[in-house]
Nanobody, 123 residues
Framework: QVQLVESGGGLVQAGGSLRLSCAAS?????MGWFRQAPGKEREFVAA????????LYADSVKGRFTISRDNAKNTVSLQMNSLKAEDTAVYYC???????????????????WGQGTQVTVSS
């Protein structure tokens, strides 16, 4: 069992920045961030391979968000810049611990999920 704990969410004005962090209780392979806005399905945001050689972003956040990881600390971060009202959502951290062959942008690639952290962007 791997526990994921997110932090860093909050309220920010449009155009501002936030940095989300996720701490895993054990070593993981790929890690990703997903988000779910009210009344919408959960969607992919960003992912990073276990050696950080591959990163993947949703088109809606490309150029504004940056995912990174520190394997020594078992953490993954999401730097979010130029935030927009449509970025408002609960953000979830996800971890692959089985070296899944599924694509990083699919929920099926991940075995464990965090509890989520709220990000609210006011316009």
């Amino acid at each position: 069992q791997v526990q994921l704990v997110e932090s860093g969410g909050g309220l920010v004005q449009a155009g501002g920045s936030l940095r989300l962090s996720c701490a895993a209780s054990a070593r993981t392979y790929a890690m990703g961030w997903f988000r779910q806005a009210p009344g919408k399905e959960r969607e992919f945001v960003a992912a990073i391979s276990w050696q950080a050689t591959v990163t993947l972003y949703a088109d809606s956040v490309k150029g504004r968000f940056t995912i990174s990881r520190d394997n020594a600390k078992n953490t993954v971060s999401l730097q979010m810049n130029s935030l927009k009202a449509e970025d408002t959502a609960v953000y979830y951290c996800a971890a692959d611990v089985t070296f899944s062959v599924a694509a990083f942008d699919h929920e099926g690639a991940y075995d464990y999920w965090g509890q989520g952290t709220q990000v609210t962007v006011s316009s």
